[in-house]
């Protein structure tokens, strides 16, 4: 018997395994930490004959000071910078010490302002108003918790599934389509042939960014920015489509481990927040990895009011262009050969 085929069901359960593995990494290493959440206080004190008395200064000493590995505060500059970062999404929640928190201390109605930013990851703001709330009870100091783009009740544990979903409905949808244009769309004339490809891949990108939004959002009962999500995910799965379209263009069928890996290594960062992965991962792959950014643009459209264009917009056309320049390397390569 041939000795590659003995080897192959060895090297492909290691394949497999490795696969699973780095899908399954940042899950399996996830730690609740280093929570951003801002902190300013406004407090102006009240002098006494012993002196001036500011007990914001004093909550704020008592706060930043709990050894508690699962939040990191940041003292913000102004009120304004406060309220920004909150709603950039710098800040999952912020905490701000009125003007009138000492005087009011007295009389035991003083309490710290708390704004909570659901919609930037509900896997972590869900749990934070608990975390916040037992802070409140452990140093005695009042909490008046609010919250801005607030997830709705009625999806429950959907609203951290969401963005997963929307992914992989696109994605496998995209990377089909994709394969089936280019393997079946080839004329004798390379320029030609990619041009009938990207206007094939085009017009699917439309019909598959709308579809799974109307899919999905039919089948949850909500209709979160329809159209938004629709034009997002059609600029999602253009992205996708070309960057498939070009690997097989220019490496043929070898080509679609790129696609495949980049989903991947990204597949365990959908719905993970950037501080709870591995440091090493962090560095190594969610800096880069597009699918985080997705994840991220899906969660700013649902929850957040965001448009087509979000903070991960960007990285998707880069992938597109990727994909469009590895199809021109392809066809150059062809043509010169074509003049030899």
């Known amino acids: 018997m041939d000795k590659k085929k003995i080897l192959m069901p060895i090297l492909g359960m290691i394949g497999a395994l490795l696969l699973a593995l780095i899908i399954t990494f940042p899950m399996l290493s996830m730690e609740i930490k280093d929570i951003p959440i801002g902190i300013l206080s406004l407090d102006e004190g009240v002098n006494t004959p012993n002196g001036e008395i500011n007990a914001g200064k004093q909550v704020i000493k008592q706060l930043t000071k709990v050894d508690n590995p699962a939040i990191n505060f940041e ?23 009125p003007k009138d928190f000492t005087a009011k201390s007295a009389s035991k109605q003083a309490k710290l302002e708390v704004t909570i930013n659901e919609g930037i990851n509900p896997m972590v703001t869900t749990n934070l108003q608990t975390m916040l709330s037992a802070m409140s009870e452990k140093s005695g100091v009042s909490m008046e918790i609010n919250s801005i783009n607030k997830v709705p009740t009625e ?24 394969l089936l244009i280019t393997f079946n769309l080839k004329t004798k ?77 990204g597949m365990g960062l959908i719905q993970l927040p950037y501080e709870f992965l591995n440091s090493i991962w962090q560095v190594l792959v969610a800096s880069w990895e597009p699918f985080r950014y997705i994840g991220i643009g899906i969660r700013e459209i649902l929850f957040q009011n965001a448009g087509l264009w979000n903070s991960s917009t960007i990285s998707i056309i880069i992938i597109g262009i990727i994909g469009i320049l590895l199809s021109v390397i392809n066809i150059l390569k062809k043509e010169k050969k074509v003049q030899k």
């Open 75 to 97: 003292k913000a500059g102004t009120e304004k910078e406060l309220k920004q970062n909150l709603k950039d999404g710098k800040y999952y929640a912020a905490i701000l010490i």
């Open 189 to 265: 004339n390379k320029t030609k042939s990619y041009l009938l490809e990207l206007l094939y891949i085009i017009i699917a990108a439309f019909v598959i960014g709308f579809a799974v939004s109307g899919i999905i959002m039919s089948v949850i009962g909500i209709d979160l920015g329809l159209t938004n999500m629709a034009l997002y995910l059609t600029v999602v799965s253009l992205g996708i489509m070309l960057l498939a379209n070009g690997s097989v263009n220019l490496l043929g069928k070898k080509g679609l481990i790129i696609p495949i890996l980049l989903f991947v290594f």
């Open 155 to 178: 999806l429950g544990i959907k609203a951290m599934l969401l963005p997963m979903m929307f992914i992989l409905l696109t994605f496998i949808t995209s990377l089909v389509t994709s």
